[in-house]
């Protein structure tokens, strides 16, 4: 599955963001999907999953309630809706596909989309 993120950008710090990723290739509804972020000189880490149904999400302890994933299966694209956005959010954000496993871990996905900038001001 080829998967295309978008709508990251520059957003002061308290705004939101919505993140895309548009998937193509293969059956989306097959794949649980996650979002993950690398800051510049940080390791990337995992921020939030969904389901193959969208029924059910997991996140990073860091998100505190501020950021939404979703999915939209007839679209073919899974969403990020970041609100409350911290200086500490600045990175290239990332969504993964997989058939299972453990949402946090990078080792389950397959399949790698390209990054796209958050900048977040103070």
């Known amino acids: 599955v080829q998967l295309q993120a978008s709508g990251g950008g520059l957003v002061q710090a308290g705004g939101s963001l919505r993140l895309s990723c548009a998937a193509s290739?293969?059956?989306?509804?097959?794949?649980?999907m996650g979002w993950f972020r690398q800051a510049p000189g940080k390791e990337r880490e995992f921020v939030g999953g969904?389901?193959?149904?969208?029924?059910?999400?997991d996140y990073a302890d860091f998100v505190e309630g501020r950021f939404t994933v979703s999915r939209d299966n007839v679209k073919n694209t899974v969403y990020l809706q970041m609100n409350s956005l911290k200086p500490d959010d600045t990175a290239s954000y990332y969504c993964a596909a997989g058939y299972g496993g453990n949402y946090a871990s990078d080792k389950d996905y397959l399949y790698w989309g390209q990054g796209t900038l958050v900048t977040v001001s103070s």
């Open positions: 290739g293969r059956t989306f509804s097959d794949y649980f």
């Open positions: 969904v389901n193959w149904s969208g029924g059910s999400t």
